[in-house]
């Protein structure tokens, strides 16, 4: 169920834990990029001299593209720059974790990068002062491809047990959930809660409130951590947005979505008026939200049909559902439940501003 | 068989003797490092000093039984090690030391394996020129049973694609490997610049320098004993095999980045061209000191160019030499020999380029 290729973590950690004389200022800076796929995270480390000061400090490097497919073999060098430093949980001390975006040897961002057009439309609508809080869905699966805690070559009771559950036969995981969550306070992400989901051994992690393009690169390293973490762990996490057919939950990206107006006294008519500009976009917005959502977006397991657009207060069956809270006292937030597990959030995010903000 | 050796005993027990206090006893050990007999195997033993040493030239001489290594015969067996680098010993840690040594017979006479002498030679000849070298050892990690780490028993991974700079269980193999080994050269002082994972799974890469003339070899030998300790303790073997797996799987090599202070300096992209066609003039020279059966990697697949042409360009993965694309932008900097396979002696092949950049009309 767990990978056979775990080595003694115990060792490598005598080793992590060497003290580097005062004098010796060097640090590991991990630098982290999105790969061809646009879902594929890569990362590989640098020494540097000394702890940089602020992310504009971090040199450029670069990569070989052709490895990801995003170059070819013979113009292969792909430009990395850092974007936003986190702690690194898994090597501590200095040591940090860079995101980074992408460009051709030209500066020109590559065709799979995404947070260069977000920001420019980001860097468009700063005085609205757009907050994201996404919900993280994902699927633990073991090193077998078998989901965690299901049984060797069959299927758990039925869903029903599992959400927000407690014991060895509802939760599979949870030191996965829980390291994550802990590594990612310490890195610095914005993590602002778990809870069990309704599949067996899926799960949820929230990532907010983050204004503009920060969203993006919160998320994005906390699916690095969670897979890394899980890398330790020797299971594989899975945001595919319906790893099982059948009479068993999807996996979303639930976004929650405000501007400064929507949180101001009587934000709600704003709110509705995001929502009437979403509904006339549907479409647009369904094509960027993730790649196989058509299996997850049926109607049932509390999602609203791919095909249709709907908004109400408190309805987990429509696509929009604007919290009880949120009507009650006349401002707030809404949540877009139509993105699956896998968006990308620099998209999803830039899209919700362009379509309430700029149109 | 288990992927991870069965031989592997408490290492806590260890830690407990480890970490007995000496209190004032000044006493530390000192690991003597050679290169054995066939160039590519790395030797130690230990030594007690009564202190530790300010210098590597107060460390001791000393010497070995070199007709176990293939070094000597039998009735005049001893072989002379002269200190020459030493680093911080990441195993037994407090003011212990590893020390690379290099390799005399009771004469005084370098050893025929002895690559270090003769390159410090060159390298002397050079030195107005400094020399920097960083070297991209790329190295696989096999499992106790002989099977490449975190390949199915008995079969083979998912073609290549996703492990190259990868994470997740399924696609990154042998990590703490990685970690302990970059944390253990850090410590040591050796001048680790970086890591990654490569593009066969179970392969990875780590970069040494930029080092100046002969410490590059220093720093890289020291780096590879590092590794094999470490892969000891785990339980692993870490092999520098240029083409350990036959097939649609990369193999593993040393590119090494070269550039002298002409070519660092403003204009220095003249220097580099210059540098560049000297080596493409002596192509073959340079392939037989590029390693052992490099001719098994270097096919013109798999981000090589065939071993027997000479290319260069910029940014070009596929050619012998490529030259980086903000060396181009700056018009200096530096470029990288990708020929060199991962079981090249650094100091013969450092030597070399120096031998035939610096030191060659080109005539």
Not at chain 1, 4 to 25: E, V
Not at chain 2, 115 to 131: C, G, N
Not at chain 2, 286 to 307: F, W
Request: aromatic share 10%; charged share 25%.
């Amino acid at each position: 169920m767990t990978s056979p290729f775990l080595l003694d973590h115990s060792i490598t950690k005598r080793f992590l834990s060497l003290p580097l004389p005062a004098s010796d200022t060097r640090i590991q800076a991990e630098y982290i990029w999105i790969g061809g796929s646009g879902e594929d995270l890569r990362s590989k480390t640098k020494t540097l001299d000394s702890l940089p000061s602020s992310v504009g400090e971090y040199p450029e490097w670069n990569y070989d593209g052709s490895s990801t497919a995003q170059a070819p073999g013979h113009n292969s060098e792909v430009i990395i720059i850092p974007r936003a430093v986190f702690r690194d949980p898994f090597r501590g001390g200095d040591n940090v974790l860079v995101m980074t975006d992408t460009y051709d040897n030209k500066g020109v961002p590559l065709p799979t990068n995404t947070r260069h057009p977000a920001n420019v439309i980001f860097d468009k609508v700063l005085d609205h002062k757009p907050w994201f809080g996404l919900e993280q869905e994902y699927t633990i699966f073991g090193f077998d491809a078998h989901p965690y805690g299901w049984p060797k070559g069959g299927f758990p009771a039925p869903q029903g047990p599992y959400y927000c559950g407690v014991g060895a036969d509802r939760a599979f995981g949870r030191d996965i959930v829980e390291a994550h969550y802990k590594a990612c306070l310490y890195a610095g992400v914005n993590i602002s809660g778990i809870n069990a989901e309704v599949m067996p051994g899926q799960w949820e992690y929230q990532v907010g409130p983050c204004e503009g393009i920060s969203i993006g690169d919160h998320m994005w390293v906390s699916r690095y951590i969670m897979h890394r973490i899980a890398e330790m762990f020797g299971v594989v996490v899975s945001f595919h947005p319906k790893p099982i057919q059948g009479d068993w939950n999807g996996a979303g990206c639930h976004t929650n979505f405000s501007t400064k107006e929507m949180r101001e006294e009587g934000g709600i008519q704003a709110i509705y008026a995001a929502i009437d500009k979403l509904s006339k976009k549907h479409q647009e917005h369904i094509n960027v939200y993730g790649k196989h959502n058509e299996l997850r977006l049926t109607g049932k397991h509390e999602t609203a049909p791919i095909t249709e657009f709907r908004a109400g207060v408190a309805d987990r069956g429509a696509s929009i559902r604007i919290p009880s809270q949120a009507a009650r006292e006349g401002k707030g937030y809404f949540e877009d439940r139509r993105p699956a597990s896998n968006v990308d959030p620099y998209v999803v995010a830039a899209k919700l501003v362009e379509t309430i903000c700029l149109c | 068989m288990s992927a991870l050796s069965p031989f592997l005993l408490d290492r806590s027990v260890t830690d407990k003797f480890l970490s007995l206090d000496l209190k004032d006893d000044p006493r530390i050990q000192a690991e003597y490092i050679w290169i054995g007999g066939s160039g590519e195997d790395i030797r130690s033993k230990t030594r007690t000093l009564d202190a530790l040493p300010s210098k590597v030239e107060e460390y001791p001489e000393w010497n070995y039984d070199g007709s176990s290594t293939g070094q000597a015969p039998g009735h005049n067996s001893e072989v002379i090690m002269i200190a020459r680098a030493v680093f911080k010993d990441p195993f037994r840690g407090g003011n212990n030391v590893l020390v690379m040594t290099d390799t005399y017979d009771n004469r005084g006479k370098a050893l025929p394996t002895n690559t270090r002498a003769p390159a410090v030679k060159i390298f002397d000849q050079a030195k107005d020129e400094k020399p920097w070298f960083g070297i991209e050892q790329e190295y696989t990690i096999f499992g106790f049973d002989g099977h490449p780490y975190g390949w199915p028993k008995g079969g083979f991974p998912a073609p290549q694609g996703p492990y190259y700079c990868g994470v997740g269980a399924d696609r990154a193999f042998g990590r703490d490997l990685v970690e302990a080994h970059y944390k253990a050269c850090l410590y040591a002082g050796v001048k680790i610049s970086g890591i990654n994972a490569e593009v066969m799974p179970g392969q990875w890469e780590y970069q040494v320098g930029p080092c100046e003339g002969v410490s590059i070899g220093d720093h890289m030998w020291i780096s590879r004993y590092i590794m094999h300790r470490v892969a000891e303790m785990f339980g692993v073997v870490v092999s520098f095999h240029p083409k350990p797996i036959q097939g649609d799987w990369n193999g593993a090599g040393c590119h090494t980045n070269f550039s002298t202070q002409a070519m660092r300096d403003e204009g220095g992209m003249k220097a580099i061209i210059t540098a560049v066609e000297k080596l493409g003039k002596k192509h073959k020279e340079h392939i037989d000191v590029y390693g052992k059966h490099n001719e098994l990697r270097l096919t013109g697949k798999h981000e090589t160019a065939p071993i027997s042409s000479f290319r260069y360009g910029v940014a070009d993965r596929g050619a012998s030499i490529r030259i980086p694309t903000q060396a181009e932008k700056d018009g200096k900097g530096y470029f990288e020999d990708r020929r060199p396979a991962s079981n090249i002696d650094p100091y013969v092949v450092a030597s070399k380029i120096v031998d035939t950049v610096c030191l060659w009309d080109g005539k």
